[in-house]
C-alpha cells in the first residue's frame, strides 16, 4: 500500500500471439521496451478490458490487438476517452476477427475515427522516425521506432523481419511522427483533442521504442 499508483496499463492479445507463426511478435516486443524504458506497466490480457474491477490509469497501450472482441472495443474507447487519458494504439486492430483477415481500417474508423489504409501483403519493412519533425514525444526518439531484428544483406541493403499486415496511417487528424522505411508512407502519428484524451496509432504492431 506504500507503493506509488501505477499509472500505465499494457494489454496483450495472447490469443494473437497463440494463433501466430511467430509467437514472440509486437505484444513481446513492446512489453521489452517497457523493460529497457525504466516505465513499469500493470500487464494485462485483452479480456481483462471489461473486467468491472479494473484500476483506473493515465496512459493506456494496447499492442496489436488482432482478436479484440466488440466488448473489449467498446470498453477500451470509454476507459480512454476521459479528458487527460492517453491510448497508444499498434498493429492491426481486429484483423484476425474480420471477415477478411489482415484488414483493420474498418474497426479503427468505428471505435477510434482513425483512417488508414489496409496492407495485406507480407513484406520486410520497419518504422522510423521523420528526421526534423518537433514534438514533446519526440525528445530523444531516433532511429528506428521498434524492435524487430534488422540485419545488412550481402547486398548491402537492410532486411528486417517479415511483415503480415501492416497499415498505413492515412488521416490528416494526426500529426505524423513517423513512416515505413521503405514504403515512405505515414506509420506513426498522435491526435491531441482539448475534450477527450490523446491518441497515439503506430501502425507497427511492435511499434513503441524504449525512448517513446
Known amino acids: 500500500d506504500r507503493v506509488p499508483k501505477t499509472k500505465v496499463a499494457l494489454f496483450l ?9 511467430d509467437v514472440s511478435g509486437g505484444g513481446s516486443k513492446v512489453a521489452m521496451a517497457f523493460r529497457l524504458s525504466g516505465l513499469t506497466p500493470d500487464i494485462y490480457l485483452l479480456n481483462d478490458l471489461t473486467r468491472k474491477d479494473l484500476p483506473e490509469y493515465d496512459l493506456y497501450v494496447v499492442s496489436d490487438p488482432q482478436t479484440i472482441s466488440e466488448a473489449e472495443l467498446e470498453a477500451l474507447e470509454k476507459l480512454t476517452s476521459p479528458k487527460g487519458k492517453v491510448l497508444l494504439l499498434t498493429g492491426s486492430v481486429g484483423a484476425l476477427n474480420n471477415s477478411t483477415p489482415g484488414k483493420a ?37 531516433i532511429g528506428k521506432n521498434e524492435l524487430t531484428g534488422t540485419f545488412a544483406s550481402a547486398e548491402k541493403t537492410v532486411i528486417c523481419s517479415d511483415i503480415i499486415y ?3 496511417l492515412n488521416d490528416p487528424s494526426f500529426k505524423l511522427l513517423g513512416q515505413w ?22 501502425a507497427s504492431g511492435d511499434g513503441l521504442s524504449p525512448v517513446l
Not at 492479445?13 to 507463426?21: A, T, Y
Not at 522505411?181 to 503506430?202: E, H
Open 166 to 168: 501492416s497499415p498505413i
Open 181 to 202: 522505411n521503405l514504403l515512405k508512407k505515414a506509420a506513426l502519428g498522435v491526435r491531441r483533442s482539448k475534450d477527450s484524451g490523446t491518441l497515439i496509432y503506430s
Open 13 to 21: 492479445d495472447e490469443k494473437h500471439r497463440l494463433q501466430s507463426r
Open 105 to 141: 481500417a474498418q474497426t479503427l474508423k468505428k471505435y477510434f475515427d482513425i483512417n488508414v489504409e489496409d496492407i495485406t501483403k507480407e513484406r520486410s519493412d520497419f518504422v522510423e522516425f521523420i528526421p526534423g519533425v518537433k514534438d514533446p514525444l519526440l525528445d530523444g526518439c
